[in-house]
């Protein structure tokens, strides 16, 4: 075996880096007040660039004419994330077109009169959602969206993604994600997506779209989040789980989706949510790690406190109230909520305390999707590419989750420390990470859907 | 239906005789819909036939050939795609056409769900008769995109429910030979290690294995692949990879050149989890790496961890957390077990 031959990994990698550093080399040669300047999120080209998408599409998108409901995600999504709402006409217009879509035995399609799918179900879904306004909510017929999603359940425990459609766990996850957040999830539903998910999780750690590919991390956030949304999350082996994820930040600061494959700004949302929503599952990583769970941590309260008190102790490596035995048995929040409702798994979830700090670099991140990815209304996968909304949507859900991996809780804001760039010019509004819609529209949402 | 000769001479529907009973049924898109695309008029056309004869369910050949005409349009139409395949069932279509027909529209769009779960059910139809297609269609592919995604997993599709698992490993060994840093490749030849009737199973694989693996780790320590697949080679056998010689020999020999440590490094961290006895020239190897500002009385674990906090500063949260969390040791030996015989 030759000894590092310029294979083609290793060109097109060499391409990328060049590329980056070039722009981060510019970016540390200027003074502070240019940098600040250049690392500002450019709030109202992106405001532009959305909201001209949402009335108006050129012809070339007619290769995007079955992902409607998924372009109006991106977009009002985005839109939420910069703190922006649509005017009340959008917004009509919105919900009409999205009920257009939806079929009338359950379930949206890719535009009016298409088949019913998975993943636009979840992307009309979320959009009506981050609409939010009780005309919009109940404009999803719930009951007949409930007999679409038992109508996918595949034998092998996993969904397909329309009649006749592939089965995956892209799949899995739209199907058990608006099933949760409609508050329409049952134990029929959910029976063996568990086995069908853990099959998929590959030797690498990560988790892969079927049974025997490659560790992806767009797989990965899909089912890792159906997992805790199924409150299965301790038959997946997290440590490994972990152990992948933070080795596909590369020196670019952004997310690979696969090993020895380029940064996309794609996957500051897939593998950071990924990293994100680990940080909530300290107990169930602890255990699975042997380390007793500390007793203290009947009181949630207690646990982020000791958790979190101080970094300088963990680096010296005592953090002692993890060593101190305590007798195994302490089964920590992921067995108490059993006997919680299974729709509201997201509401438990969000409210847990951020027990472990992000084991990812943020700052970094947010260096990558700012300098490299941002472009003059809009978001890109990497320098040389064009911008589209579909990296618009997931490099600012990204960004949102590093600027938030910090807080200790769900609605803390993050302290300026943690938010590269300009504070209050860069701070974007807050998800849930299993969702992936704005954290107040989801509230709404579950108030809405609870009777609450 | 080359699509380049069919653009140019194509006639719109509402002018073709055998068209004239059909009524087009146009988009419901409502008065002022958002996401509206500017559609050509080929493309709002074409669309507004296929829903008349989508809605009143004819399975006819002009059917059969419109669902080709707007395939070409948009290969994204999956609503198309499943009524087309409903056409062919009817009629009884020679598949292996169908398969030229496929082939013709992936050329270009080899990354579209919609082609590849086509290309399944085709194959599944056809049977053994398409083994040889399919490994040679996903070949022609990965010689232009080494790792495409839905290739792959048709690939093992195909492989496990048709067989030809014959060449396969020679098919890996050739890909990683060309481009060792292939990861799709490395967990190809996993899929084969572990699931190829042929083989034996991954017991039965693993010394040879490992040999190939070490060597490419040799090779070019800095290139994760290897490393993940070395683990993988011992999942659910975790202390059989801590006895392993050969992997203890190219951690020392890693560990004392002058590549890139931190794979080494955290496969050793995990070796000393899970209760590896290191030798003293491992243990002076480590001693070399440490930083002067760790304590020497520091646990050889924790001063990995340490090390690994250093050389790779991306992730010295990570490796942080790997400190405060270095099990005690019998407890995390009994929880990996446990893991393992869950997931088997």
Same mark, same amino acid.
């Given at each position: 075996?030759?000894?590092?031959?310029?294979?083609?990994?290793?060109?097109?990698?060499?391409?990328?880096?060049?590329?980056?550093?070039?722009?981060?080399?510019?970016?540390?040669?200027?003074?502070?007040?240019?940098?600040?300047?250049?690392?500002?999120?450019?709030?109202?080209?992106?405001?532009?660039?959305?909201? @001209?998408?949402? @009335?108006?599409?050129?012809?070339?998108?007619?290769?995007?004419?079955?992902?409607?409901?998924?372009?109006?995600?991106?977009?009002?999504?985005?839109?939420?994330l910069?703190?922006?709402?649509?005017?009340?006409?959008?917004?009509?217009?919105?919900?009409?077109?999205?009920?257009?879509?939806?079929?009338?035995?359950?379930?949206?399609?890719? =535009?009016?009169?298409?088949?019913?799918?998975?993943?636009?179900?979840?992307?009309?879904?979320?959009?009506?959602?981050? #609409? =939010?306004?009780?005309?919009?909510?109940?404009?999803?017929?719930?009951?007949?969206?409930?007999t679409?999603?038992?109508?996918?359940?595949?034998?092998?425990?996993?969904?397909?993604m329309?009649?006749?459609?592939?089965?995956?766990?892209?799949?899995?996850?739209?199907?058990?994600?608006?099933?949760?957040?409609?508050?329409?999830?049952?134990?029929?539903?959910?029976?063996?997506?568990?086995?069908?998910?853990?099959?998929?999780?590959?030797?690498?750690?990560?988790?892969?779209?079927?049974?025997?590919?490659?560790?992806?991390?767009?797989y990965?956030?899909?089912?890792?989040?159906?997992? %805790?949304?199924?409150?299965?999350?301790?038959?997946?082996?997290?440590? @490994?789980? %972990?152990?992948?994820?933070?080795?596909?930040?590369?020196v670019? =600061?952004?997310?690979? =989706?696969?090993?020895?494959?380029?940064?996309?700004?794609?996957?500051?949302?897939?593998?950071?949510?990924?990293?994100f929503?680990?940080?909530?599952?300290?107990?169930?990583?602890?255990?699975?790690?042997?380390?007793?769970?500390? #007793?203290?941590?009947?009181?949630?309260?207690?646990? !982020?406190?000791?958790?979190?008190?101080?970094?300088?102790?963990?680096?010296?490596?005592? !953090?002692?109230?993890?060593?101190?035995?305590?007798?195994?048995?302490?089964?920590?929040?992921?067995?108490?909520?059993?006997?919680?409702?299974?729709?509201?798994?997201?509401?438990?979830?969000?409210?847990?305390?951020?027990?472990?700090?992000p084991?990812?670099?943020?700052?970094?991140?947010?260096?990558?999707?700012l300098?490299?990815?941002?472009?003059?209304?809009?978001?890109?996968?990497?320098?040389?590419?064009?911008?589209?909304?579909?990296?618009?949507?997931?490099c600012? !859900?990204?960004?949102?989750?590093?600027?938030?991996?910090?807080?200790?809780?769900a609605?803390?804001?993050?302290?300026?420390?943690?938010?590269?760039g300009?504070?209050?010019?860069?701070?974007?509004?807050?998800?849930?990470?299993?969702?992936?819609?704005?954290?107040?529209?989801?509230?709404?949402?579950?108030?809405?859907?609870?009777?609450? | 239906?080359?699509?380049g000769?069919?653009?140019?001479?194509?006639?719109?529907?509402?002018?073709?005789?055998?068209?004239?009973?059909?009524?087009?049924?146009?988009?419901?898109?409502?008065?002022?819909?958002?996401?509206?695309?500017?559609?050509?008029?080929?493309?709002?056309?074409?669309?507004?036939?296929?829903?008349?004869?989508?809605?009143?369910?004819?399975?006819?050949?002009?059917?059969?050939?419109?669902?080709?005409?707007?395939?070409?349009?948009?290969?994204?139409?999956?609503?198309?795609?499943?009524?087309?395949?409903?056409?062919?069932?009817?009629?009884?279509?020679?598949?292996?056409?169908?398969?030229?027909?496929?082939?013709?529209?992936?050329? *270009?769009?080899t990354?579209?769900?919609?082609?590849?779960?086509?290309?399944?059910?085709?194959?599944?139809?056809?049977?053994?008769?398409?083994?040889?297609?399919?490994?040679?269609?996903?070949?022609?592919?990965?010689?232009e995109?080494?790792?495409?995604?839905?290739?792959?997993?048709? @690939?093992?599709?195909?492989?496990?429910?048709?067989?030809?698992?014959?060449?396969?490993?020679?098919?890996?060994?050739?890909? &990683?030979?060309d481009? %060792?840093?292939?990861?799709?490749?490395?967990?190809?030849?996993?899929?084969?290690?572990?699931?190829?009737?042929?083989?034996?199973?991954?017991?039965?694989?693993?010394?040879?294995?490992?040999?190939?693996?070490?060597?490419?780790?040799?090779?070019?320590?800095?290139?994760?692949?290897?490393?993940?697949?070395?683990?993988?080679?011992?999942?659910?056998?975790?202390?059989? &990879?801590? *006895?392993?010689?050969?992997?203890?020999?190219? #951690? &020392?020999?890693?560990?004392?050149?002058?590549?890139?440590?931190?794979?080494?490094?955290?496969?050793?961290?995990? #070796?000393?989890?899970?209760?590896?006895?290191?030798?003293?020239?491992?243990?002076?190897?480590?001693?070399?790496?440490?930083?002067? !500002?760790?304590?020497?009385?520091?646990?050889?674990?924790?001063?990995?961890?340490? %090390?690994?906090?250093?050389?790779?500063?991306?992730?010295?949260?990570?490796?942080?957390?790997?400190?405060?969390?270095?099990?005690?040791?019998?407890?995390q030996?009994?929880?990996?077990?446990?893991?393992?015989?869950?997931?088997?």
């Open positions: 075996m030759e000894s590092r031959r310029v294979t083609k990994t290793l060109e097109d990698q060499g391409m990328v880096e060049r590329q980056v550093r070039e722009i981060y080399d510019f970016f540390y040669s200027i003074p502070p007040n240019s940098q600040s300047v250049v690392l500002e999120l450019q709030r109202d080209k992106h405001f532009d660039y959305l909201t @001209r998408g949402l @009335r108006k599409l050129g012809p070339s998108f007619s290769v995007l004419d079955a992902n409607r409901p998924w372009i109006s995600y991106w977009t009002l999504h985005s839109l939420a910069l703190g922006e709402s649509i005017d009340a006409k959008l917004e009509n217009d919105a919900i009409d077109f999205l009920t257009r879509c939806q079929d009338k035995d359950g379930g949206y399609g890719g =535009g009016p009169g298409q088949m019913p799918h998975l993943a636009t179900t979840y992307a009309a879904v979320n959009s009506l959602i981050t #609409l =939010g306004s009780p005309k919009a909510l109940s404009s999803i017929n719930r009951e007949k969206l409930y679409f999603l038992l109508r996918m359940k595949d034998t092998s425990g996993g969904f397909r329309h009649d006749g459609g592939e089965v995956d766990v892209r799949a899995c996850y739209t199907a058990i994600s608006v099933a949760n957040i409609l508050n329409i999830v049952d134990d029929e539903l959910i029976h063996g997506v568990g086995n069908y998910i853990l099959s998929c999780q590959t030797y690498e750690g990560g988790i892969a779209g079927e049974p025997g590919a490659e560790a992806h991390g767009g990965t956030f899909c089912g890792l989040a159906a997992m %805790i949304l199924i409150n299965e999350v301790n038959r997946l082996d997290l440590p @490994r789980l %972990i152990d992948w994820v933070v080795f596909r930040q590369g670019e =600061g952004g997310f690979q =989706g696969r090993t020895n494959k380029l940064v996309d700004g794609c996957y500051s949302f897939w593998q950071g949510a990924v990293a929503l680990i940080q909530r599952l300290n107990l169930v990583v602890h255990e699975q790690l042997g380390l007793s769970n500390d #007793l203290g941590t009947e009181s949630a309260d207690d646990s !982020s406190e000791s958790e979190l008190s101080d970094e300088e102790e963990h680096l010296e490596g005592t !953090s002692s109230h993890v060593e101190e035995t305590c007798p195994l048995g302490q089964e920590g929040q992921e067995n108490a909520s059993d006997t919680t409702k299974k729709a509201d798994i997201g509401y438990e979830f969000i409210n847990r305390p951020i027990a472990m700090r084991l990812f670099d943020s700052m970094y991140l947010q260096q990558y999707v300098l490299c990815s941002q472009i003059d209304g809009g978001f890109r996968d990497k320098p040389g590419k064009g911008r589209d909304h579909y990296h618009t949507c997931y600012l !859900s990204g960004l949102s989750i590093a600027q938030y991996s910090w807080t200790n809780e609605d803390d804001p993050p302290l300026h420390r943690d938010v590269f300009p504070y209050s010019r860069n701070l974007l509004e807050q998800i849930h990470p299993l969702f992936n819609v704005e954290l107040d529209r989801y509230y709404e949402a579950r108030k809405f859907f609870s009777g609450l | 239906m080359d699509s000769k069919e653009k140019r001479t194509r006639i719109p529907f509402k002018e073709r005789p055998d068209w004239a009973d059909v009524k087009p049924v146009p988009q419901d898109d409502g008065p002022c819909p958002v996401v509206p695309i500017a559609y050509t008029e080929d493309f709002s056309e074409t669309l507004d036939y296929f829903r008349a004869i989508y809605i009143a369910d004819e399975r006819s050949p002009r059917a059969l050939q419109l669902t080709a005409e707007a395939i070409q349009l948009n290969p994204g139409n999956y609503t198309v795609w499943q009524f087309r395949r409903v056409v062919l069932e009817s009629l009884g279509v020679d598949l292996h056409e169908e398969l030229k027909f496929v082939d013709r529209i992936a050329g *270009e769009n990354k579209n769900y919609q082609i590849w779960h086509h290309r399944r059910w085709l194959a599944e139809k056809l049977g053994a008769d398409a083994v040889t297609t399919e490994l040679e269609f996903t070949k022609k592919i990965f010689s995109d080494a790792k495409n995604y839905h290739a792959w997993s048709h @690939r093992q599709w195909v492989l496990q429910a048709l067989g030809g698992w014959e060449d396969e490993l020679a098919y890996c060994q050739q890909l &990683l030979g481009d %060792i840093y292939n990861n799709s490749a490395w967990n190809q030849r996993y899929f084969v290690v572990t699931r190829s009737p042929l083989l034996g199973g991954l017991a039965a694989m693993r010394e040879l294995e490992v040999n190939y693996t070490v060597q490419a780790i040799r090779a070019s320590p800095e290139n994760e692949s290897p490393w993940r697949y070395l683990r993988g080679l011992y999942k659910n056998d975790t202390q059989s &990879l801590v *006895e392993d010689s050969q992997v203890a020999s190219v #951690l &020392l020999d890693v560990l004392t050149s002058k590549n890139s440590h931190v794979h080494a490094l955290s496969l050793l961290l995990d #070796l000393l989890c899970h209760g590896f006895e290191p030798s003293q020239e491992l243990k002076s190897a480590v001693d070399v790496l440490t930083p002067q !500002s760790c304590s020497p009385d520091l646990a050889l674990t924790k001063r990995v961890c340490s %090390i690994l906090e250093h050389a790779d500063p991306m992730r010295v949260k990570y490796w942080n957390w790997r400190k405060s969390t270095v099990p005690v040791q019998s407890a030996c009994q929880n990996t077990d446990r893991l393992a015989n869950l997931s088997m």
